[in-house]
T-cell receptor, first 114, second 116 residues
Framework: AQSVTQLDSQVPVFEEAPVELRCNYSSSVSVYLFWYVQYPNQGLQLLLKYLSGSTLVKGINGFEAEFNKSQTSFHLRKPSVHISDTAEYFCAVNPSNNFNKFYFGSGTKLNVKP | DVKVTQSSRYLVKRTGEKVFLECVQDMDHENMFWYRQDPGLGLRLIYFSYDVKMKEKGDIPEGYSVSREKKERFSLILESASTNQTSMYLC???????????????FGDGTRLSIL
């Protein structure tokens, strides 16, 4: 079975500060990893994904994430956040033995303050 | 750009009613998905479809059914709505019916459904 844990339900941060949103997963098979963002009153948009290769993945809007297999983590980072980054962020995994299933974490609300 | 359109942004229905949520995508995607989103629980998969008339149960299919008569349209049906089905419902689609992981899911804006 797979599970995805986002340890922080809310993260307040000041504008231009760095931020890290944590994601840990549990799986008995290898996984593919994703981060999505949801702006208020909208659906989810893909930020970035890790399928294979380099463990550091760059996405849209200046975000990046690093896959750490030994720690089963896929933390999302941005060196300097903007007010417009205020949104909810979801980590998701897709197990290698079931290509149609995506398991989502419970989400982290990022609140960027001026 | 891919467009996934959900027919209603807000919907209020009564207990016991049969409720239809409609989703249409314009990019000829093979895969379509229905999720519900609840605070603290993230997204949970209700059903997905990888082709016309094909469907598979997700993690929480009880109380729901789906219909996919045309490739672009995927309907979620609440056979007899109950208050515990009050939630945000999100539809998504993706390319390539056989290998969803290589293609991102494109989401609609969601339908916030209240069952009274």
């Amino acid at each position: 079975a797979q599970s995805v844990t986002q340890l922080d339900s809310q993260v307040p941060v000041f504008e231009e500060a760095p931020v890290e949103l944590r994601c840990n997963y549990s799986s008995s098979v290898s996984v593919y990893l994703f981060w999505y963002v949801q702006y208020p009153n909208q659906g989810l948009q893909l930020l970035l994904k890790y399928l294979s290769g380099s463990t550091l993945v760059k996405g849209i809007n200046g975000f990046e994430a690093e896959f750490n297999k030994s720690q089963t983590s896929f933390h999302l980072r941005k060196p300097s956040v903007h007010i417009s980054d205020t949104a909810e962020y979801f980590c998701a995994v897709n197990p290698s033995n079931n290509f149609n299933k995506f398991y989502f974490g419970s989400g982290t609300k990022l609140n960027v303050k001026p | 750009d891919v467009k996934v359109t959900q027919s209603s942004r807000y919907l209020v229905k009564r207990t016991g009613e049969k409720v239809f949520l409609e989703c249409v995508q314009d990019m000829d995607h093979e895969n379509m998905f229905w999720y519900r989103q609840d605070p603290g629980l993230g997204l949970r998969l209700i059903y997905f479809s990888y082709d016309v008339k094909m469907k598979e149960k997700g993690d929480i299919p009880e109380g729901y059914s789906v219909s996919r008569e045309k490739k672009e349209r995927f309907s979620l049906i609440l056979e007899s709505a109950s208050t515990n089905q009050t939630s945000m419902y999100l539809c998504a689609s993706s390319q390539q019916g056989g290998n969803a992981r290589n293609q991102p899911q494109h989401f609609g804006d969601g339908t916030r459904l209240s069952i009274l």
